[in-house]
């Protein structure tokens, strides 16, 4: 019997954000393209519920999750967001918080897990940044943290973009690597480092960038023996991604998630994947990225193993 991956998703990541680049219609889409293929069923799905106010604390201030709450944000606070704020955004960030949690926890029940949603990295303990409200992957590593499922975790973030906000959430904790190889002329403009930072020239291609992929993942988890891994594997490195400036190919895209899930595979490490940025200039690319990513992890946990859960 062929083992399923959980997939965590909600029809409210689905908000309007009016003309955006960001199109959170993606997330819909990118099940409705999993369900027409021959790899995920609806079986696979799982209803996320919000993060706690408890859980948001452990990596947001008061006084920020309180500006999250009422919408009293200054015009250079919500020029700073990049999106415009209203209840159902900020419930769908709260809701994706949640996602984030549940999908880690099925990962580490089940080897794997999916959410799609998630990986929105540029939010600060106290403050948003580039379309990220609340920080999701820091909320998940606090609340595993904190309640003992876990002592020691690593972060793979490949966006295009520095995972600016992770890195300075986690800047001073040793139980939490955080690896970031993204465009280094890209957004951010001011990079706090990340445990490893790998800053990729403009028009990097699939070669070199798998090159590299391989060249330092196995480092990170020999080296830092995480209990679970976060993957951000963004759309955005594709070569035709209106706010990146990678030069990678659907195929590359592809192997690079392959190489991810299966190195965390081969340790027996869980890896919860989220799905983070992509703004292709056609939405169709960007849903055939995510869907691709999530094809990966459920090859690799449905062939046998000899992982035992525990």
């Known amino acids: 019997m062929t083992a399923r991956p959980p997939l965590v998703w909600d029809p409210s990541y689905e908000i309007d954000l009016g003309p955006h680049v960001f199109v959170t219609a993606k997330y ?15 079986g696979h799905f799982v209803a996320p519920v919000p993060a706690t106010p408890e859980e948001l604390a452990l990596v947001h201030t008061v006084e920020y999750l309180d500006k999250v709450a009422t919408g009293r944000f200054s015009m250079t606070e919500l020029l700073q967001l990049e999106v415009p704020y209203s209840e159902a955004g900020r419930d769908a960030m709260i809701l994706s918080c949640g996602g984030t949690l549940l999908t880690a ?15 929105f990295h540029h939010a600060f303990a106290d403050h948003g940044e580039g379309f990220c409200l609340l920080n999701d992957v820091a909320v998940a590593v606090r609340a595993l943290l904190l309640e003992g499922r876990i002592s020691r975790t690593a972060i793979v973030d490949l966006d295009v973009h520095h ?18 190889m993204h465009q280094e002329a890209n957004y951010p403009a001011v990079k706090p480092p990340s445990d490893l930072d790998v800053g990729l020239p403009d028009r990097t291609r699939d070669p070199e960038y798998l090159s590299l992929l391989d060249e330092h993942l196995p480092g990170i988890l020999d080296g830092h023996e995480p ?13 035709n991604d209106q706010l990146g400036g990678l030069s990678l190919t659907m195929e590359g895209l592809r192997a690079r998630d392959r190489a991810v899930v299966e190195a965390c595979e081969a340790r027996g490490v869980p890896v919860a994947v989220v799905l983070a940025g992509g703004y292709a200039y056609r939405l169709e690319d960007t849903v055939a990225i995510h869907a691709a990513t999530i094809e990966e992890l459920a090859r690799a946990i449905g062939r046998p193993s000899e992982r035992v859960s525990g």
């Open 28 to 42: 819909r889409l990118t099940r409705e393209r999993l369900l027409a293929g021959a790899t995920v069923t609806e």
């Open 227 to 239: 209990d679970v891994v976060f993957y951000l594997a963004g759309a955005d490195p594709y070569r």
């Open 105 to 119: 926890r099925l990962a580490l029940e089940r080897g794997a897990a999916g959410h799609l949603g998630g990986g």
């Open 163 to 180: 995972g600016n906000g992770t890195a300075a959430i986690f800047a001073e904790d040793p139980d939490v690597f955080t690896f970031s």
